[in-house]
């Protein structure tokens, strides 16, 4: 079974229009970095949550860690196509551990 | 700073040919990491190292061989290639420890045919 769970898998928006992708883990997260990966690209780091109800933002990308720290939202406001690409979670999922991932979400978005 | 860099970006291999991905880092760091991406799968670890000298296991490892001899370095060795093995392979290094923030190469696409 896949220890980090991605949804939706892929998700096409319109430009301009909000949009949210889920990662869950049945277990404590000890540590959750969200990476952006443009087709045919490597992995471009963009946050790092850590504490239980942890919000952190980057321009119009937010990302929240719940209080259990077994799921966190990435929530993109206001998308341009320049936000296409596919969007992965990682965690340290037993502490001091390599980085588990989840499938990932593509996400179009078109004008 | 260049990052980490691996070469080739692209290969294509015969069934039962062997080749070795290479992978740099130019930042000092200790830990260092082989992962695949296959379609629709995320990524999947295939080994990692500690250190110079260390390396160990990671959840995908057969078919596949480690070194880890400098700091810098950490190729990735396929024996015996099989279509299986067709999959895009990203190196990767980090600072602090082993579960944290990855610096990731641009990736080596790899087909066996």
């Known amino acids: 079974s896949q220890e980090l769970e991605q949804s939706p898998q892929s998700l096409i928006v319109q430009e301009g229009k909000n949009l949210t992708i889920n990662c869950t883990s049945s277990?404590?997260?000890?540590?959750l970095y969200w990476y952006k990966q443009k087709y045919g690209e490597g992995l471009i780091f963009l946050m790092m949550?850590?504490?239980?109800?942890e919000e952190k933002s980057h321009e119009k990308i937010t990302a929240k860690l719940d209080e259990k720290k077994q799921q966190s939202s990435l929530h993109i406001t206001a998308s341009q196509p320049s936000h296409a690409g596919i969007y992965l979670c990682?965690?340290?999922?037993?502490?001091?551990?390599?980085?588990?991932f989840g499938k990932g979400t593509r996400l179009s978005v078109i004008a | 700073n260049a990052g980490v860099t691996q070469t080739p970006k692209f290969r294509i291999l015969k069934i039962g040919q062997s080749m070795t991905l290479q992978c740099t880092q130019d930042m000092n760091h200790n830990y260092m990491y082989w992962y695949r991406q296959d379609p629709g799968m995320g990524l999947k670890l295939i080994y990692y190292?500690?250190?110079?000298?260390?390396?160990d296991k990671g959840e995908v490892p057969n078919g596949y061989n480690v070194s880890r001899s400098t700091t810098e370095d950490f190729p990735l060795r396929l024996e015996l290639a099989a279509p299986s093995q067709t999959s895009v392979y990203f190196c990767?290094?980090?600072?602090?420890?082993?579960?944290?923030?990855?610096?990731f190469g641009s990736g080596t696409q790899l087909s066996v045919l």
């Open positions: 190292s500690v250190g110079a000298g260390i390396t």
């Open positions: 277990k404590t997260l000890y540590g």
């Open positions: 990682g965690a340290d999922m037993r502490g001091n551990t390599p980085l588990v």
């Open positions: 990767a290094s980090s600072y602090q420890g082993i579960g944290e923030k990855l610096f």
């Open positions: 949550l850590q504490k239980g109800g």
